[in-house]
């Protein structure tokens, strides 16, 4: 064999050999450097106001994603109207090694959540999902969409078929959704809110404000929201979403 037939033959070799090198060290880099951003989260404030904090993490994924696979997963902080807080047994988050824009996030196992209303008073449910799902798309401004389904949602005294919240940025407005079926003896619970003044949003959306700061800043600059295609037997649409603002 002579040497240009030994160069066709083994360069397509050697060149899959060093592209899978590369990404092997780069998949090991961004992933030590994804575990010390982890470790240097536990237990203190991701954004201003919010916590995180668990039992304990393993980072997988090789070789283009990057998967934090969480147990005994807990968030908690300061809402719009006072402290609240979110746990679950089982948490998963995943992106790509190489680009962070968009995240997906699983849950599974008991869920506690506790919050307080717009009214001052504190609210709690324990419930076990079928499925619990999210989802969010980042840019240079932040927090642009954000996304939750859950499936059957069930606890002592709540049962829902599915609960669906979604947020997006539309330019100096803010889009909700909120749909949940099955509630109880209600079909459906459904609202469409645009909330105006948006940007008073800005800076938390960024991770850069916390909730109650922006939640004011929004009130104070007349932010309102103003609902569409609503159903919602027997609800105030604002109460639905009020305890976000």
């Keep these: 064999m002579n040497y240009s037939s030994r160069f066709w033959l083994y360069a397509p070799i050697s060149t899959f050999l060093i592209i899978a090198g590369m990404v092997m060290a780069y998949w090991w880099a961004a992933a030590d450097a994804f575990e010390k951003k982890l470790a240097a989260l536990k237990g203190h404030e991701a954004v201003p106001g919010i916590t995180l904090d668990w039992s304990k993490v ?9 998967d934090a696979d969480f147990t005994g997963f807990a968030v908690r902080g300061a809402g719009a109207h006072g402290p609240f807080a979110w746990s679950s047994e089982k948490f998963a988050a995943h992106t790509l090694s190489y680009s962070r824009a968009k995240a997906v996030y699983e849950a599974a196992g008991r869920q506690q959540a506790s919050w307080t209303d717009a009214a001052g008073g504190a609210q709690h449910v324990d419930f076990l999902p079928g499925s619990l799902r999210a989802s969010s798309v980042t840019g240079a401004k932040g927090l642009l969409r954000a996304d939750l389904d859950i499936a059957n949602m069930t606890g002592k005294d709540i049962k829902i078929g599915r609960l669906q919240f979604h947020m997006r940025r539309d330019g100096g407005a803010l889009d909700l959704m909120l749909q949940a079926d099955a509630v ?3 079909k459906q619970v459904q609202a469409y809110a645009i909330l105006n003044q948006g940007d008073a949003f800005a800076r938390l959306l960024k991770g850069a ?8 800043t929004w009130q104070a ?10 159903i919602a037997p027997g609800l105030d649409p604002n109460a639905l979403l009020s305890p976000l603002y």
């Design 58 to 66: 393993k980072v997988g994924g090789f070789p283009f994603r990057l």
């Design 184 to 186: 109880g003896k209600r």
């Design 209 to 216: 404000q916390s909730w109650p700061e922006a939640a004011t």
């Design 221 to 230: 600059a007349g932010g309102k929201a103003k609902f569409s295609q609503v």
